[in-house]
């Protein structure tokens, strides 16, 4: 599922007041259109979890949601009909038609659309989703790795100790205490030579490391961020965190490795619609961290002033604390609070564009980028109109 970073100081319940928009067909003051597809998507999971009480329940994939309830697993369509599967404890979202899981029994497996189990594995620990190219990896009983393609042939036997699992035409292993990567013919592609490799992202960079450091090379070994930093994080937004070993100190690298901000902050997440939340440890005698957010250029947008921060949504909005309570704030650092005559004790960052709340009598609303609460049978209301 799409990572989503949570509040990055514990707090206790803070009330909050927010609007409460009218229940009904009015809840909603916008055309269907203003809702994403991924956030229509959102919205019937969430209808399906207020609705039938799922314990978890995953996002859509292919047009299916893994839920678990009651010691079962199953999967649900967009309008809410579920599909119970039988004899299984676990399963993983749907790829290519498949979903790979476990039998009531811990034997490894997958599972076709209609909920039948079509192949097991008795010699395989786990079995994982298909990349878009058919491959998949495995992992077996004599705790090795190995290769499979859709029709479960094996294509590279359990043989190799660790993985960073199979991305982009390349499988990343390591085998006598060395990294390499393998294409799905086994071929070596990167020689065994390094004392880590990550996967490969969508721009060609693999993180990898040897006793020289950490940095970034191609597929071909070019180096595309010299081998000498202490510690390294994956890109996003093609802006990569680093740690400086000595200071202890996060700095901001851009994709071509020109330094953007030198190590400065204890703490970093990675860049998020535009923007890092940053914090420093307090001062000798001090007792409070503080957070703030840098621009995707390693400068300040907003001062280090909140006791927690959460990271902006794609409409502009993050949920941060002070002394007094949660609140949400735009990209200029404005206060939003809608009117409301509904008190809220506890408001949970935004997730997939929608922001869970719990209300005094205990009931749970979400509130959307607009910062609209939708209560259950919103919910359901818009699953209905959404998909017919």
């Known amino acids: 599922m799409k990572k989503i970073f949570q509040s990055i100081s514990a707090l206790g319940l803070f009330i909050l007041s927010l609007s409460a928009c009218n229940t009904g067909k009015n809840q909603t003051n916008q055309e269907d259109s203003s809702y994403s597809m991924e956030e229509k998507l959102e919205i019937a999971r969430l209808a399906a979890v207020e609705e039938s009480g799922y314990e978890v329940a995953y996002e859509f994939k292919e047009g299916k949601a893994i839920v678990y309830f009651s010691d079962s697993v199953g999967f649900i369509n967009p309008q809410g009909k579920l599909t119970v599967v039988p004899g299984v404890k676990e399963m993983q979202n749907f790829s290519l038609g498949l979903s790979a899981g476990k039998t009531s029994d811990g034997i490894a497996c997958f599972i076709d659309s209609t909920g039948k189990i079509v192949k097991t594995f008795p010699d395989y620990n786990s079995v994982y989703s298909f990349e878009a190219d058919g491959i998949t990896n495995f992992y077996h009983k004599n705790d090795k790795f190995g290769l499979m393609d859709k029709s479960f042939k094996e294509l590279i036997p359990a043989k190799y100790n660790q993985t960073s699992f199979y991305s982009n035409g390349m499988y990343i292993v390591e085998t006598g205490g060395k990294w390499g990567a393998v294409d799905k013919?086994?071929?070596?592609?990167?020689?065994?030579?390094?004392?880590?490799?990550?996967?490969?992202?969508?721009?060609?960079?693999?993180?990898?490391?040897?006793?020289?450091?950490?940095?970034?090379?191609?597929?071909?070994?070019k180096i595309l961020i010299p081998l000498n930093y202490y510690n390294f994080f994956p890109f996003s937004e093609n802006r990569a965190k680093f740690l400086d070993e000595t200071s202890k100190k996060y700095g901001v690298m851009d994709q071509q490795g020109k330094i953007l901000l030198a190590p400065t902050y204890d703490l970093m997440d990675g860049s998020t619609n535009g923007m890092f939340i940053v914090g420093n440890f307090p001062i000798e005698g001090g007792n409070i961290t503080k957070y703030g957010y840098?621009?995707?250029?390693?400068?300040?947008?907003?001062?280090?002033?909140?006791?927690?921060?959460?990271?902006?949504?794609?409409?502009?909005?993050?949920?941060?604390?002070?002394?007094?309570?949660?609140?949400?704030?735009?990209?200029?650092?404005?206060?939003i609070e809608p009117k409301t005559d509904l008190m809220v004790i506890k408001t949970e960052p935004f997730n997939q564009g929608f922001a869970k709340q719990?209300?005094?009598?205990?009931?749970?609303?979400?509130?959307?980028?607009?910062?609209?609460?939708?209560?259950?049978?919103?919910?359901?209301?818009?699953?209905?109109?959404?998909?017919?």
């Open 358 to 388: 719990e209300l005094m009598d205990g009931t749970v609303v979400y509130l959307d980028g607009y910062l609209r609460q939708l209560r259950k049978e919103d919910l359901i209301r818009l699953r209905g109109e959404f998909f017919k």
């Open 294 to 335: 840098l621009d995707s250029n390693g400068k300040i947008a907003l001062p280090l002033q909140y006791l927690s921060a959460s990271s902006f949504d794609k409409r502009g909005l993050a949920l941060v604390s002070d002394s007094v309570g949660q609140f949400f704030i735009d990209r200029t650092g404005k206060r």
């Open 185 to 221: 013919s086994d071929k070596v592609i990167i020689p065994f030579d390094y004392k880590s490799l990550g996967f490969m992202d969508n721009a060609g960079r693999i993180m990898a490391s040897k006793s020289s450091g950490v940095g970034f090379i191609d597929r071909n070994e």
